[in-house]
């Protein structure tokens, strides 16, 4: 059974109407699927051009990295909000062990 453990994240947005948010914080702990697990992921962008978008999904099963641990793939979209959305796609930074209490 696989240590407990998260991911931080961090990608900037698609350029839509006219400029881009950041996107960065840390996944929650692993859920398992089959013989390897995903991550939940939430939050709300950097505010750009006077407003934000929130966002959330699930990243992609595990990619093993050949120095050890391994990333995940996240993809999706943001909020509709004030006459848009963005897109993002990116990969989380390795895994960083953690406690659950």
Known sequence: MPKPHRHDFYNQTTFDANHTHRMFGSTG?????????????????TEDNAH????FGNTGLA??????GHIHEYQGATTFDFGHRHLYRSLTGNEKSGRLF
């Open 29 to 45: 702990y692993e859920i398992p699927s089959g013989i390897s697990h995903y991550h939940v992921y939430q939050g709300i962008t």
């Open 52 to 55: 934000v978008h929130n966002f």
């Open 63 to 68: 990619i093993p990295l050949p120095s050890g």
